[in-house]
């Protein structure tokens, strides 16, 4: 490996250990600083990149980061430049989190502590809701749609209330095939009713 | 065999969670009761300290599960495992992918997946925060300070983005600041 490549893995490696370490509430707290700093600053990708990699990032899985640091990092460097940049993106939250894990049940037999616990225990669950509305109003409003979002709320509100044992991923295999189906059956249908007017 | 296990549940995580931080929660939730790693204060305790840390929630779920459960070597393990299926699509959609991923019948699967996901992380939610108020799911166990505590930080989420005050000011309450806000009245509700 020649100086230049190993200064680019060395550059994107230090460039994504910042972004992992300074960036709070997850992934798309994100997307403005790896704007800033992958575009503004060093120029590696595009800005029409940029919003590619978004839609991208939001319709594969994994955390967005982590989907960030591998498309600039591979842009950049090739399979090494994605390992360095997706390591340093994940090195800093695993060292405090690793930290705090090994202190945490110590600090929950405080008394202030767990009262504080508790007390953020109520947020976690209304953080939760209102993320899942803003989604719900982002989303696509047609019959399909609303049909998948209630049967999968009732669907897992029942689960959860009556402790049923049904795992959130046969549930999306499910409604992905719903889909399908409907998708196909619908442009089925309209391939006729297009071979009917002709 | 712990790591073996928590090789293929964060596997899990790391491969069927869309759109971001939210929408792994109620996976992640799922594989950490199921397997019996956590329960759900617990797993409040760690979506708290992951929003209050830097770092993707699915990571720093990853870390602390593994760590507790099987120290360094799982704590690793977990990390890697939850983000391995991202880096390898993403390499996939970078050097071979792309059309699939504009392919319309790929496109009719996600555009399904998206509601789906919504409702699961309302779901969630909502149970989350019932369970906060009924500790133990009867009627007559109502937490009261727990219903107090929730109404008054639903109703000051609701009211910084309502009233012209804030918004002009583009004061916003982050997720950040509502843990903390919630922690100090914890402490006053709860006691020393």
Same mark, same amino acid.
């Given at each position: ?10 550059? +994107? /490696? ?7 370490? /300074?960036? /709070? ?27 590619? +990699? ?15 640091? #591998? ?19 994940? +090195? ?73 044992? /049904?795992?959130?991923? #046969? ?28 | ?24 929660? %109620?996976?992640?939730?799922? *594989? ?21 840390? &830097?770092? &993707?929630? @699915?990571?720093? @779920?990853?870390?602390?599960?593994? !760590? ?16 391995? %299926? ?6 996939? *959609? *970078? ?5 699939? @991923? ?7 699967? @996600?555009?399904?997946?998206? &509601? ?18 009924? &500790?133990?799911?009867? %009627? ?33 309450? !982050? %997720? ?6 919630? !922690? ?9």
């Amino acid at each position: 490996m020649n100086k230049d490549k190993l200064k680019t893995i060395a550059e +994107l /490696f230090l460039t994504f250990f910042k972004i992992g370490l /300074f960036t /709070f509430g997850g992934g798309y707290a994100m997307i403005p600083i790896i704007e800033h700093n992958c575009i503004e600053k060093k120029g590696w990708i595009t800005h029409r990149e940029m919003s590619d +990699l978004v839609v991208i990032a939001e319709s594969t899985p994994g955390p967005v980061a982590i989907n960030c640091a #591998t498309f600039v990092g591979c842009k950049r460097g090739g399979v090494i430049g994605s390992l360095a940049a997706t390591f340093g993106v994940v +090195l800093p939250s695993f060292i405090i989190i690793y930290l705090i894990s090994l202190f945490l049940d110590n600090l929950l037999e405080i008394k202030w502590v767990a009262s504080a616990f508790k007390g953020i225990s109520c947020a976690v669950g209304i953080l939760i809701v209102d993320a899942a509305l803003r989604l719900v109003k982002r989303m696509k409003k047609d019959v399909t749609t609303i049909i998948i979002f209630a049967v999968s709320f009732v669907v897992m509100m029942a689960v959860n209330l009556l402790g049923l044992r /049904f795992s959130t991923v #046969t549930l999306m295999l499910i409604c992905g095939a719903a889909g399908l189906i409907v998708y196909i059956v619908k442009s089925r249908a309209a391939a006729k009713g297009g071979e009917g007017k002709e | 065999m712990i790591y073996l296990e928590l090789l293929l549940g964060f596997l899990k995580v790391g491969l069927f969670a869309f759109g971001g931080a939210y929408a792994a929660i %109620p996976l992640i939730r799922d *594989v950490v009761l199921s397997n019996g790693w956590l329960d759900d204060a617990q797993l409040s305790y760690m979506i708290a300290v992951s929003e209050s840390t &830097p770092g &993707p929630i @699915m990571v720093n @779920m990853a870390t602390y599960v593994g !760590s507790t459960r099987g120290g360094i070597l799982g704590s690793a393990l977990a990390t890697a495992a939850v983000v391995t %299926p991202a880096f390898i699509i993403i390499l996939l *959609v *970078v050097y071979a992918l792309r059309a699939v @991923m504009e392919n319309r019948y790929v496109k009719a699967v @996600m555009d399904s997946l998206v &509601p789906c996901v919504n409702g699961i992380i309302l779901a969630v939610g909502l149970f989350m925060t019932l369970e906060c108020i009924l &500790p133990e799911f009867k %009627p007559l166990t109502v937490d009261f300070r727990a219903a107090a505590l929730t109404a008054l930080l639903a109703l000051l989420l609701f009211l910084t983005r309502k009233i012209k005050f804030f918004a002009e000011r583009k004061i916003k309450l !982050s %997720p950040v600041t509502l843990i903390v806000i919630a !922690s100090l009245a914890g402490i006053l509700m709860y006691g020393v």
